[in-house]
């Protein structure tokens, strides 16, 4: 055990120096956010975007399922953008379980959901990864 601690006390030096650097990245993030960094759990306080994420990607996949493919290569392409009724029902849905979403996540954040915007809410998380 101790000559694996010699050969490897830099790597070890600079990973302590990187867990420093993510936790002062994380305490800042949550008193941006007007949480208390000293009772803050990470699993918590990220766990509405991670949501939010995983339901953006999931409509996106449905959009795209539910366009299917372009162009003068399918039979019978028009080039319309148009979903089917029950594709669109079904993006419909989705969309409105992601805005709900987002709107719990902005809750979380005590911040006003109406005027809020996504682009708006997550540039602080986009600045901190």
Known sequence: MKTF???NRAAFAQLREQKADMD???RAAVAYFVEDAATAAP???FTPFRTFAADLDRAWVAVAAARGPRGPSRPGATGSTELAPAAARKVSEQKA???AGFRAA???FVEDAAPAAP??????FRTFA
């Open 5 to 7: 601690v010699e050969a």
């Open 43 to 45: 699993d918590v306080f």
């Open 119 to 124: 682009d708006v809410f997550f540039t602080p």
């Open 24 to 26: 002062a990245g994380f």
């Open 106 to 108: 902005v809750a979380y």
């Open 97 to 99: 379980d992601m805005d």
